[in-house]
């Protein structure tokens, strides 16, 4: 009898756990009713779990009256909650209070992507103001300005010279960064278009691995996305030296007002540079944003920007000047360099919870851009006459949209998370110019002008099979590219096209050890697009060169206070492009290939102290060339950054920041060598009240360094020979800055 009673009882229980379990629906918010994203969501009973999406928005499975509920963010107070008959059946509505980051509290297991977490470390231990520091808080990527500061940055990340992004995917809230067949190069990505406080988080990730990245995703993406919201309002103003002006106003346009924000953000730059004659630099960035949330948690989002640059630019100058005397290293052989760029951008964002396990992310965006450069490589190497000053320049309107699907199922017990999507792009570039030009004044022959009509559509799907401790992940996706050209310079209308079709498979691998120990293997199929005048004139050959890439590596917090990331890693490319300046065009230069090696610290001392670093060691070689004329010119072998920051003591804040990058052969054979550098930064901030007095020193102790490099043939008008040998824009030197913010 005892013995049917227990049997009894027991069927009881668990036909009520079959009967009550469901799902958990709930919002997590901030204090100020904004939603949280990326929260984790887990249930203490069923051991179940979910992470919050934008929209703050969670279900949560296998959950019934009695289970206790954690949510948990990093920056924010853990909180636990019991859930009883009442909050089951309704949304649930969780709250966090903001605290001080704590990295004891993260928690590998927990994060959403646990790589691109360690960005929102730094981001919240070491906050940015310029745009350049916004690039370098991507682990690993290296940049070098060298025209003034208006052009794009030169970048480097795992053993590439990516030029100005020829192999690194950049998006800003979904909108293209990358221009394709560019006036300046494949792939060029000016960010100077984002403010830099209006970051709120940047996604990232190295090799070619990710269904959704599709052209320029070799060596990695970045994803940035902006705030949807200020804290408060806040005026920024900053002046140091040669003649350097920053100002800033960030305006919060409705308050707190619930499910709508808006606000604005204006930010002004002048700067002279070190340089004897003046680069004049100014940039004007206007940015606005306007959310609103339904009652059902759907997202609109709209935003506009426009963003105006104009410099002079003393040019790369040869090392062959600078050794006899005849310059300084702030000098210049053509100092009549510059230009000038516009881009507006408009774009919007509509995310929809179309079921409880369907929901929808498009956005739709519309770019003008304006872009104007005058350049001189080779001073008198081609026009003994007059010089080889060139100029590009182009006028372009991209439109675009991307949607994707995302939907969360079960194959028998086991969580299955579908992602699919669908994206168009066209690029209408008129009058494309490369022009010999004479004091940026006089065209003296156009040496190309056309017309660019590209458009590249794609699909994909992305299936995570979570299988316990196991996570895999299959993946397609599939791109169509339709090239035209129309070539002004022909006597009679010639419109050249090509048609080419990509299909790119992934599979990664994680294995969730332990709670803060994650192994990983993403192995993918990659490729970078060629441009347009190289494609048609190769009558569709080298249109695009697939990357085989395989990366194995681990996050791991072996203490409260420490977290490692470390990963070898292996690259091939069917082809590389080597931009020709003076001729407009990308070459096809051969199959390379790179492996090498990650790593990554984070430690936090005490509750206001952090260090990080970061570096990367490669091997980057040619497979069609010869043992010792096989190099990869500029290809880094060695790159290292990182540094100490002070987090909110008594008031205080700042950091201590370092970069380096080694010595690198500038020619195939390492007969030209470019040199490293070591350069040092500090900055310091003290609050009182809503007063912020800061200061910033860039290059600390004072060393001369030549932030971008190349070895080139050039002559100078008193020379009969030419000379190939290392032509540099020099590094800043010592600099100084302050600045003083009300925030409001």
């Known amino acids: 009898m005892n013995a049917l009673k227990k049997l009894t009882a027991f069927l009881i229980i668990v036909f009520a756990n079959i009967l009550y379990s469901q799902q958990v629906k709930g919002v997590v918010i901030n204090e100020i009713e904004q939603p949280l994203e990326a929260a984790y969501v887990y249930n203490l009973n069923s051991k179940s779990h979910s992470h919050t999406s934008e929209n703050g928005v969670f279900i949560l499975d296998d959950s019934k009256v009695g289970d206790s509920i954690r949510v948990g963010l990093l920056g924010y107070r853990n909180k636990t909650i019991v859930l009883n008959e009442i909050n089951i059946d309704s949304k649930l509505i969780l709250t966090l209070e ?8 993260m928690v590998i297991r927990e994060q959403l992507n646990a790589l691109s977490t360690i960005t929102r470390l730094d981001l919240n231990t070491s906050p940015v103001n310029s745009s350049q520091e916004v690039l370098r808080k991507i682990p690993g990527l290296i940049i070098g300005q060298h025209a003034g500061g208006g052009k794009a940055e030169q970048l480097f990340l795992r053993g590439f010279d990516i030029d100005h992004g020829t192999d690194i995917s950049i998006s800003v809230d979904g909108m293209p960064v990358n221009m394709v067949s560019h006036a300046h190069g494949q792939g060029y990505s000016d960010l100077h278009f984002l403010i830099p406080e209006t970051v709120n988080k940047i996604d990232f990730g190295k090799g070619s691995y990710y269904a959704k990245e599709g052209d320029f995703n070799t060596a990695g993406y970045v994803n940035f996305s902006t705030k949807d919201y200020l804290k408060e309002s806040e005026v920024t103003f900053s002046i140091g030296q040669f003649n350097s002006l920053r100002t800033l106003g960030m305006i919060d346009l409705l308050g707190n007002t619930k499910n709508q924000n808006a606000y604005m953000a204006v930010e002004y730059l002048s ?14 960035n206007l940015f606005g944003k306007y959310v609103m949330f339904s009652p059902e948690n759907d997202k609109l989002t709209l935003t506009a920007s426009h963003f105006t640059s104009r410099w002079d630019a003393s040019g790369q100058i040869p090392q062959r000047e600078v050794d006899n005397g005849n310059i300084t290293r702030f000098g210049a052989i053509d100092d009549t360099e510059g230009g000038n760029t516009k881009r507006t951008n408009f774009n919007v964002e509509y995310n929809k919870y179309v079921s409880d396990n369907i929901s929808l992310k498009t956005n739709a965006f519309y770019s003008h ?15 003994p006459i007059n010089g080889d000053q060139i100029k590009q320049k182009e006028n372009r309107d991209i439109f675009g949209l991307n949607t994707a699907l995302k939907y969360q199922t079960y194959l028998g017990n086991t969580p299955v998370t579908i992602k699919t999507g669908l994206s ?3 690029d209408i570039a008129d009058d494309t110019e490369l022009s010999k030009t ?19 559509m794609d699909a994909f799907i992305n299936a995570e099979f979570e299988l316990g401790k196991f996570i895999i992940v299959p993946a397609l996706r599939l791109d169509y590219f339709k090239f035209l050209y129309n070539d002004k310079l022909q006597t009679n209308y010639t419109s050249l096209s090509e048609n080419k079709t990509i299909l790119s498979p992934k599979l990664n691998f994680f294995y969730n050890a332990k709670d803060n120990l994650q192994w990983y293997l993403k192995s993918g199929i990659g490729f970078h697009s060629n441009d347009v005048r190289v494609v048609v004139s ?9 990357a085989y890439g395989l990366d194995f590596g681990n996050i791991w917090k ?11 890693w292996y690259l091939f490319l069917e082809q590389e492009f080597v931009y ?5 065009v990308v070459e096809p230069s051969g199959k390379t290939e790179r492996y090498g090696l990650d790593l990554g610290l984070r430690y936090q001392f005490n509750n206001w102290l952090f260090f990080d670093s970061d570096a990367t060691l490669t091997k980057a070689r040619s497979t069609e060339d010869i043992d010792g004329q096989n190099y990869i010119p500029l290809a880094p072998d060695f790159t290292m950054a990182g540094g100490f920051s002070v987090n909110n003591l008594h008031g205080f804040s700042g950091g201590l920041r370092y970069r380096y990058i080694d010595d690198r052969p500038a020619n195939e054979d390492n007969s030209i060598v470019a040199q490293g550098y070591f350069v040092t930064d500090i900055n310091a901030n003290y609050n009182i009240g809503n007063v912020t007095l800061g200061l910033v020193i860039e290059n600390l102790f004072d060393v001369a360094w030549n932030e971008t490099q190349f070895a080139t043939e050039s002559r100078l008008q008193n020379e009969v020979q030419s000379v190939e040998e290392i032509h540099f824009t020099p590094g800043a030197p010592f600099y100084i800055k302050g600045s003083v913010s009300y925030k409001f």
Do not use: C, H, M
């Open 98 to 105: 903001e605290k001080l980051f704590q990295l004891e509290e």
């Open 271 to 284: 700067n002279d540079g070190p340089f004897e004659s003046p680069q004049n630099f100014n940039r004007l």
């Open 369 to 383: 851009y304006e872009f104007e450069l005058y350049s001189n490589f080779t001073f008198f190497l081609e026009d």
């Open 424 to 426: 168009f792009r066209n």
């Open 438 to 456: 004479l004091n940026r004044r006089t065209t003296l022959e156009n040496v190309q002008l056309g017309d660019i009509n590209q458009t590249n």
């Open 538 to 546: 190769n009558q569709g050959k080298d249109v695009l060169p697939k």
């Open 558 to 568: 072996p203490t409260s206070k420490l977290v490692l990331n470390s990963a070898l």
């Open 580 to 584: 020709v300046g003076d001729a407009g």
